[in-house]
């Protein structure tokens, strides 16, 4: 299981953390991302890590502002949110694939970020 948190109402420029807790399993040899749906418009890809490898994925539209980590020892993915948008007001999900598996297979509730302007 899954399970994102760290929401809230920020001001345009403002930083937030979200944190992603896995739970009943480890995963190692997973991608772990955070997506995120604004009202109206399609769930998008914001980032991804390998859990192993570290290696990292953003969109155009969070680069440099986002990042995307993970704690082994706590078994939890975080993302960072700096220098946040009106735009960036949404719900995130977190959510974990096996890396050979074509769609994400685990996702966890979402949580409500707003950025005020």
């Known amino acids: 299981q899954l399970q994102a948190f760290g929401g809230g109402l920020v001001q345009a420029g403002g930083s937030l953390r979200l944190p992603c807790a896995a739970s009943g399993r480890t995963f190692s040899s997973y991608t772990m991302g955070w997506f995120r749906q604004a009202p109206g418009k399609e769930r998008e890809l914001v980032a991804r890590?390998?859990?192993?490898?570290?290696?990292?994925y953003y969109a155009e539209s969070v680069k440099g502002r986002f990042t995307i980590s993970r704690d082994g020892a706590k078994n939890t993915v975080y993302l960072q949110m700096n220098s946040l948008r009106p735009e960036d007001t949404a719900v995130y999900y977190c959510?974990?694939?096996?890396?050979?598996?074509?769609?994400?297979?685990?996702w966890g509730q979402g949580t409500q970020v707003t950025v005020s302007s």
């Open positions: 890590i390998g859990w192993n490898t570290g290696s990292t």
């Open positions: 959510a974990a694939k096996r890396v050979t598996a074509p769609a994400y297979e685990y």
